[in-house]
């Protein structure tokens, strides 16, 4: 009786293989009538409604949204398959990724009056010019969000803390052990918030309020999400990050909010582009243009992207995220400089491995 | 592992034996050493060769913070895993004794231990965190009884995660020696005039060295080897295989790095296989298998089993019993409990099941995969002599070094044979997933059928050959039958440690096939704690009922 049941156990694996194999089979119809792939960085969620509705708008066509693990990881990706490429679009990542990948001609030449005929060349914003895209129409940028202070209010209050105002207040030794950070030497988030202090307070100022803050870090984390989890759990009650993520925490519930620094808080512009050698050139345009429409910045704002299109309110939620609200409520915004950023990567490195290892 | 060879007229080398005529045994265990070279032992070997170019390239002056960071990394893997085994052996060995002798509803306690071996080992950072992070529930007990409290991120968190999860390892494997101790061996000892804990510690114990010095191997390793614990909880303490994996999945970091990095990890786990396993041949006795044990009888014993045994459980069940009240719970923030309860998270799971579905087929296809191998490894070990006895060292590798290694390895082989041009279809996808599975979680399975096969009667296959049966057919109605049990428990035991994996995983991420445990880990670490514990619920009553499932049927 146990051989019988061993070999139905066993005939259930090969059918279980087989159809995993199946399943998993690498594309061979694509560049068929409707089938578009788009790598992508966006939480779940967020890429699961875009795909929704796309297909809606575009019946006999799907979608596959596939996150291989974040912009880092799309772009070696994108690299690796270079010869042959799986996928049509890169959507959600930094621009500083998509002028990477751009480099590495990874992302195909398109006519920003084709894809983006109602959009400026450029975002004015809080004293801040944005471009929404690059001149050979590589990468369109469809939303953005701001690298802010977010703290735990519940928590502050227990321990009897201000709520921080500026980055300069940050520095008070009041604040020990009680920031997070990760760490500029893997994220290139932590990197740009340094690229945007420097920006802010000059080569002297900006180690010298490090060297500050850094008394106060309770721990540098390896994980970026940790950031806003110990946050939302009040387990560390103050860190920096993206606005987005301390909204999202927020929605659920947790006592999270954010500061926009009055020294300037930095763009985090997320973009989009089309893979060079798109086996579905036209899908994958109709998809780029759909994201930078009204009803897909709609859906940007629901899960908490700053649209980069005036007028667009979030309908699943309250949070006023329009070009006209941060317009008139964050005192200053910075674009991290890229030449900068290359400038001083090596001293930005060299003092973090400093901080890190003690 | 080198059982009695079968009685046949000896025909020179193994390898005469296989090339005429040809025996479909050996024609497998062939293949299964192909598998093994193909999926473990060349990406290995490709990332101690890189490294060593790397070295002899000059690259280590290149990377000149790294020198220092290198030994802090050392220093802190080796102490954290020194750590959590000396704490394990503490309280496991009496535990194990108890447990094995002196304790009262034993099926009760043997369920209650296997929990956290039904889950991953990460969860129980984030349940530590509920209940002991700076506005954890234990925390703020402690704090307003005006007791002493400890920072959590860091080595004690890392730690306390680590016991937790390797405790019933040890535990079971430390009962399994203990079983073997011979009835008559205490009973003299005692009737001689030693107390029980005299006998215990001077007859026992030596009598189970080899046991305790696996124990002891099994959990340095885990804890060495292990990423989910020191990401989420680790604070600034630093070591080896998460510095390895981060620096792997950031493109901007050098990727020497994480080569010399898990070429490091590699060796160290190497070198503490081949003393450990020097160690264990030094202490070992021959097991005389008696079948019945000595138990403790007296109730003062029986009481003490029974607080301790107990004691333990709901210290290492509390974290998870943290996690049930948070999948049921709104925002647990600064108090005892959460703000209020709700089904929502639940409800949520409902509508992304797929990580589940995922990882059912990805275990359900790699498990069998995995037993399969044992069976025929296991065949070849004991009929190859010196041949088989390299197999014994090779398939204990995957458990020795960790899975973000044999991660990176694998994503390097498939890198260079894309390079080569081949872009065979087992090496991308799900088949690369379930190939990794199945190395990495072999030791499970292959430890389970070395033991079954050193009890196969060698008497009935002798009466086999001399009926006139060829070595295939006595394998297939012989052995085999003999196997099924076995192969039955190596089935459930593979299934449940591949389905609740991580460290592989997390390199080897196939896109559209995210598993479970992929999915409680980003959860976790994005902060949706309530959601994490709800997915963690999930996994650990659907791994329970089917092993549940898998004893009831080989009761019956």
Known sequence: MIRNRLTVLACMAVIVTLLAFAHGAPALAQGGSGRLVVYSAAPLDFAESLKRAFEALHPGTTVEIVNPGGAEAIIAKLAAERHNPQADVFHSGAVFEFLVAAKMGLLARTDPAVIAPDLPQALEIAGARIPLYDEEGRWYVWGFSLGVIGYNERRLEQLGLPVPRRWQDLADPRYRGQIVFNMPQQSSSAFNTLVAHYQMFGEEGVWELWDAIDRNIAFYTPSTGALYSLVARGEVPISFGTARNYYVNRAEGHAVNVVYPEEGAWVFATAVGIVEGAKNRELAEAFVRFVLSPEGQVHAANHFQNPIRKGIQATAHSVDLSVEYVENTVPKIVVVDSALAEEIREEVMRRFDRYTSR | ?556
């Open chain 2, 1 to 556: 592992m080198t059982g009695t060879r079968a009685a046949e007229p000896a025909s020179g080398s193994w390898l005469a034996r296989i090339v005429r005529p040809p025996d479909p045994m050996a024609v497998l265990g062939l293949l299964a050493a192909v598998y093994l070279a193909v999926f473990l032992l060349i990406p290995l070997g490709l990332i101690v060769a890189q490294s060593v170019q790397i070295v002899l390239a000059g690259g280590l002056a290149d990377l000149p913070q790294f020198g220092q960071r290198f030994v802090l990394l050392t220093r802190n893997s080796l102490v954290l895993a020194g750590l959590v085994t000396v704490i394990v052996l503490a309280i496991g060995i009496p535990l194990a004794v108890f447990f094995v002798k002196a304790v009262p509803y034993r099926p009760l306690f043997q369920v209650l231990l296997t929990i956290p071996l039904l889950s991953p080992p990460f969860i129980g950072s984030f349940a530590t965190i509920l209940l002991f992070g700076r506005v954890g529930v234990i925390t703020q007990l402690l704090r307003a009884a005006g007791l002493p409290t400890f920072e959590l991120y860091g080595l004690p968190g890392i730690a306390i995660t680590h016991v937790i999860h390797t405790l019933p390892l040890a535990v079971l494997t430390l009962a399994a020696g203990l079983r073997t101790v011979p009835r008559d061996l205490e009973e003299s000892a005692i009737s001689l005039g030693g107390s029980l804990t005299q006998v215990a510690r001077r007859v026992v114990l030596p009598y189970i060295a080899p046991y305790i010095w696996m124990s002891a191997l099994l959990v340095f390793l885990a804890s060495f080897g292990d990423v989910g614990a020191p990401l989420l909880v680790g604070g600034n303490y630093r070591v080896l295989t998460v510095e390895a994996y981060t620096a792997f999945i950031r493109f901007n970091v050098d990727q020497r790095i994480p080569i010399l990095l898990s070429a490091w990890i590699v060796v160290i786990s190497l070198c503490l296989l081949y003393l450990v396993r020097r160690q264990m041949k030094k202490t070992e006795i021959a097991p005389a298998f008696s079948g019945e044990i000595y138990t403790y009888a007296s109730p003062a014993a029986r009481r003490v089993g029974l607080c301790f045994c107990s004691l333990v459980s709901f210290l290492v069940l509390l974290p998870y019993l943290a996690i049930l009240v948070a999948s049921f719970g709104t925002v647990w923030g600064a108090g005892l409990l959460p703000d209020a309860f709700t089904l929502r998270h639940y409800q949520a799971l409902a509508g992304s099941l797929e990580p589940l579905r995922n990882s059912l087929i990805l275990a359900g296809t790699a498990a069998p995969l995995a037993v399969l191998l044992s069976v025929v490894i296991g065949n070849a070990m004991r009929e190859w002599g010196r041949a088989g006895a390299l197999f014994d060292y090779v398939t204990l590798l995957p458990f020795v070094v960790s899975g973000v290694v044999i991660g990176i390895g694998l994503i390097h082989l498939t890198g260079r044979l894309r390079l080569l041009g081949l872009a065979l279809p087992f090496l991308s996808g799900p088949s690369l997933l379930v190939a990794a599975y199945s190395i990495r979680r072999l030791p499970y399975p292959m430890r389970v059928m070395s033991a079954a096969y050193s009890r196969i009667d060698r008497r009935l296959e002798e009466a086999s050959y001399s009926l006139g049966a060829s070595r295939a057919r006595t394998f297939w109605r012989v052995t085999l039958p003999q196997l099924y049990p076995a192969m039955a428990a190596a089935l459930v035991i593979a299934f449940t440690r591949i389905i609740t994996e991580l460290g592989t995983t997390l390199v080897v991420y196939q896109p559209g096939w995210t598993t479970i445990s992929m999915q409680i880990f980003s959860y976790a670490q994005e902060g949706l704690v309530n959601r994490a514990a709800a997915i963690s619920v999930l996994l650990i009553a659907v791994v329970a009922a089917l092993t549940g499932l898998a004893s009831y049927n080989r009761l019956r």
